[in-house]
């Protein structure tokens, strides 16, 4: 790996490699995680709470995430390595290959993601809604499901997938068998299937394969770029093939070349939002493509999933939370206050992670970086996330384990970089979609349709009343 790429931007790489270093020396393990790797023995006795809480829905070799002791790797490279010394394109190429690209590949990589990024097919499509008046994220994934059409045969019936290969949903036929209700374990059983024929190569291939995943990578952006100028009043920025993914990025949502920090910064940000274990969206996603739909829906479903407050949308939060609080000063007490009214704050908490959350670890200090030298305002916004942080870990780190999430610094990190807030989610999901296409692509090579069980505790045998009586 040249580590030299990054040389107009070494303070970044300094600061994440002090972040690593501090974590390693509160938790002692980065980057010598938990040997795993070994294929599991179905089938898996697990405990399971409300919300599948520690159910396994699959095995995957794409990411590896420890909340315990606040581990995140991607194909097995530890989360401060990539963000030291990679790129997002080779991030996302690792994600969906499983190794990282040779110079070559890396080169022909960039290439189709530059080509993919001009969609002007797709952009015309969208200019015919109301973009201004949509939710960015609505918006973002209408945007999405028009990329299908760029591959117009999805709808053809020989693109249609293979019915040797679909799975019936039929609850009876599912080898699974949960205990009698009450029972807190459950035993899943996924039996050894005959091997499937392999269906025909057709043109789903290029719906479900690497193609389409190289497409909503680079044209994701794209779109959600557009979307943030039309909700201006203003047409899109068209990509600029010499810029970086990261460089077009930041180009196409504020007009202007970046600078190497601007650049680096955001690319950074991206590395660390690119996957994350079966988070929601990423669940979401796979369910999607289980039932056999192609690559396009699980990522409008993985955009829709991550929509909400509890997972991506927390970041905007965050940003009002800061600008309510005003000052240092005031954050004890409104902490205090909110903790005494039962409230969340957003920004705060993981469902996995008991720990400091190690990409929270960078983004704290990148935003820090980010403020330095800046107008009192600025100064004033850092200051108070930090005291803010501060007074959570005091009062809830120890009893709760709550500590910063992803989403704590990252809203102040893209403020600094120009993009407007109603844009974090997208920019999210920009990232993610990496993680989504590599997942689902990994499932669907040995799919199994996902249908868990509800636990029923409604009423039997109720005599139906009619309209009139009742
Ligand atoms: N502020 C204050 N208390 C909290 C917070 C918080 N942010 N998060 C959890 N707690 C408390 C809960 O009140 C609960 O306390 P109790 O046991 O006394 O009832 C305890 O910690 C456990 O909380 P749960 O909600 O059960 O934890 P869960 O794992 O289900 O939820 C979640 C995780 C949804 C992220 C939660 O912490 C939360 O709502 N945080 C705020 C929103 C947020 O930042 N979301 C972004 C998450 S990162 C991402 O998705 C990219």
Not at 114 to 127: D, E, I, P, V
Not at 180 to 195: C, D, H, L, N, V
Not at 253 to 258: K, M, Q, T, V
Not at 420 to 430: E, G, Q, R, S
Request: hydrophobic share 40%; net charge neutral; aromatic share 8%.
């Amino acid at each position: 790996m040249n580590r030299n790429r990054h040389q107009e931007t070494t303070e970044i790489t300094e600061l994440i490699l002090d972040a690593a270093a501090k974590a390693r020396a509160e938790i002692g393990v980065v980057g010598k995680q938990a040997a795993t790797g070994k294929s599991a023995k179905w089938p898996i006795d697990c405990t399971i709470g409300p919300g599948l809480e520690g159910a396994i829905a699959c095995e995957s070799k794409v990411g590896y995430v420890n909340g315990g002791a606040g581990l995140l790797s991607y194909r097995g490279y530890d989360i401060f390595e990539l963000c030291a010394y990679s790129t997002y394109e080779e991030v996302s190429y690792l994600l969906l290959h499983g190794h990282l690209p040779t110079a070559e590949a890396l080169r022909d990589y960039e290439q189709k993601l530059a080509n993919y990024r001009h969609m002007n097919q797709t952009l015309r499509l969208l200019m015919s809604f109301p973009v201004e008046k949509m939710n960015a994220m609505a918006a973002l994934r209408m945007g999405t499901i028009f990329m299908r059409q760029e591959f117009t045969s999805l709808d053809h019936e020989e693109a249609k997938p293979d019915l040797l290969d679909a799975i019936s949903a039929d609850e009876d036929s599912i080898a699974m068998e949960t205990k009698p209700s009450g029972e807190r374990r459950a035993i899943y059983e996924f039996k050894k299937k005959k091997s499937r024929k392999k269906s025909k190569k057709s043109n789903r291939d290029d719906a479900n394969g690497l193609e389409a995943c190289y497409h909503l990578i680079a044209g994701v952006p794209t779109i959600t770029a557009a979307i943030a100028r039309l909700r201006q009043g203003m047409m899109p920025y068209e990509p600029l093939n010499e810029l970086s993914h990261a460089g077009n990025i930041f180009y196409m949502l504020n007009g202007r070349r970046p600078t190497p920090i601007e650049e680096r910064v955001l690319d950074v940000a991206l590395i660390l939002h690119a996957d994350h274990g079966m988070n929601a969206s990423t669940f979401a996603s796979m369910v999607v493509a289980s039932t056999m739909s192609d690559i396009y829906f699980s990522v409008g479903s993985g955009i829709a999933a991550l929509n909400g407050p509890l997972h991506g949308g927390a970041n905007e939060r965050v940003l009002h939370t800061i600008r309510e609080v005003g000052s240092p000063e005031n954050a004890g007490a409104w902490v205090k206050d909110s903790l005494a009214k039962n409230e969340k704050i957003p920004g705060f908490g993981h469902r996995v992670y008991k720990t400091y959350d190690p990409r929270a670890r960078i983004l704290g200090p990148l935003a820090k970086f980010q403020c330095s030298g800046c107008t009192d305002e600025i100064q004033n916004l850092i200051s108070t996330a930090e005291k803010v942080e501060q007074e959570v870990i005091n009062s809830l780190a120890q009893e709760k384990k709550i500590f910063p999430n992803v989403d704590y610094y990252s809203g102040v990190v893209y403020t600094r970089l120009g993009i407007d807030p109603a844009m974090f989610t997208p920019l999210f999901a920009v990232s993610r979609v990496a993680g989504w296409t590599a997942r689902v692509l990994e499932y669907i090579q040995k799919n199994r349709i996902f249908r868990p069980r509800a636990l029923y505790t409604g009423a039997f045998n109720r005599e139906f009343v009619a309209i009139d009586e009742r």
